[in-house]
């Protein structure tokens, strides 16, 4: 089974200093057709201008990953984590029984262009954590983050059933992955590509269900993020 989620489809709110696109509902834009796939509850495409940021607020029993296109990010929580995100990098918060954090573009002058993906956690209550990684700079598929208790070299361990990995493909390159769990869902960060059939180019996504091999064909130079979930 596939669902398409075009990039011009998606829920799209503009509050002068955050235009913000997404793919399933969340907070005043609701969509009962896309609600979540899987454990992927919530992603969203930020556009932060100079300067501004999300204030300090609360999260709970949630597992968050950002993910910087480009600009940078301040992050500072309750945990007493305070960090810079840049392209290239991997961060994670499990929210757990409850975190403060806030978000920040520290740039005078260049927005700061993100992905905010929420998963939803296996267990409730838990101890909050942080980490935060380095992605790698070669092209390829590379796991970013896996479950808790799996092995991964600088792999962000969470608490769910979910491997995340990012792709970096240059135009006219072509290869298969037998997918782990039940549900996939594809995040298109930029260039176009086939997958099993369908065109999906930058801004879409693509759920995935019940498939046993997942085909891509890149067209263009390609960069895109994959969610494999088990779900029972």
Same mark, same amino acid.
């Given at each position: 089974?596939? !669902?398409?989620?075009?990039?011009? #489809?998606?829920?799209?709110?503009?509050?002068?200093?955050?235009?913000?696109?997404?793919?399933?509902?969340?907070?005043?834009?609701? #969509?009962?057709?896309?609600?979540?796939?899987?454990?992927?509850?919530?992603?969203?495409?930020?556009?932060?201008?100079?300067?501004?940021?999300?204030?300090?607020?609360?999260?709970?029993?949630?597992?968050?990953?950002?993910?910087?296109?480009?600009?940078?990010?301040?992050?500072?929580?309750?945990?007493?984590? &305070?960090?810079?995100?840049?392209?290239?990098? +991997?961060?994670? +918060?499990?929210?757990?029984?409850?975190?403060?954090?806030?978000?920040?573009?520290?740039?005078?002058?260049?927005?700061?262009? !993100?992905?905010?993906?929420?998963?939803?956690?296996?267990?409730? &209550?838990?101890?909050?954590?942080?980490?935060?990684?380095?992605?790698?700079?070669?092209?390829?598929?590379? !796991?970013?983050?896996?479950?808790?208790?799996?092995?991964?070299?600088?792999?962000?361990? !969470?608490?769910?059933?979910?491997?995340?990995?990012?792709?970096?493909?240059?135009?006219?390159?072509?290869?298969?992955?037998?997918?782990?769990?039940?549900?996939?869902?594809?995040?298109?960060?930029?260039?176009?590509? +086939?997958?099993?059939?369908?065109?999906?180019?930058? &801004? #879409?996504? +693509?759920?995935?269900?019940?498939?046993?091999?997942?085909?891509?064909?890149?067209?263009?130079?390609?960069?895109?993020?994959?969610?494999?979930?088990?779900?029972?």
């Amino acid at each position: 089974m596939y !669902l398409i989620r075009r990039c011009a #489809d998606r829920g799209f709110r503009d509050h002068g200093w955050l235009q913000t696109y997404h793919a399933f509902s969340f907070g005043d834009y609701v #969509d009962p057709q896309w609600r979540q796939f899987g454990s992927l509850r919530v992603l969203n495409e930020d556009f932060v201008q100079p300067g501004r940021g999300f204030g300090t607020h609360p999260h709970r029993d949630m597992e968050i990953l950002t993910y910087i296109m480009s600009g940078s990010l301040e992050h500072q929580d309750s945990m007493e984590n &305070g960090t810079q995100i840049k392209p290239g990098e +991997m961060q994670y +918060m499990s929210a757990g029984h409850g975190v403060l954090h806030s978000e920040f573009n520290p740039s005078s002058q260049t927005p700061v262009h !993100l992905l905010q993906i929420w998963l939803l956690p296996n267990i409730r &209550g838990a101890e909050p954590r942080y980490d935060q990684i380095s992605l790698r700079e070669e092209k390829g598929l590379h !796991l970013v983050a896996v479950p808790e208790g799996n092995k991964g070299e600088n792999t962000i361990k !969470l608490r769910t059933n979910a491997w995340v990995y990012e792709g970096r493909f240059l135009a006219s390159e072509s290869f298969s992955y037998k997918p782990k769990g039940t549900h996939q869902w594809i995040h298109i960060v930029e260039g176009k590509l +086939m997958l099993n059939g369908y065109e999906l180019d930058q &801004g #879409d996504g +693509m759920g995935i269900q019940e498939e046993s091999s997942l085909y891509f064909s890149v067209s263009g130079d390609s960069t895109f993020l994959l969610f494999d979930m088990e779900i029972s």
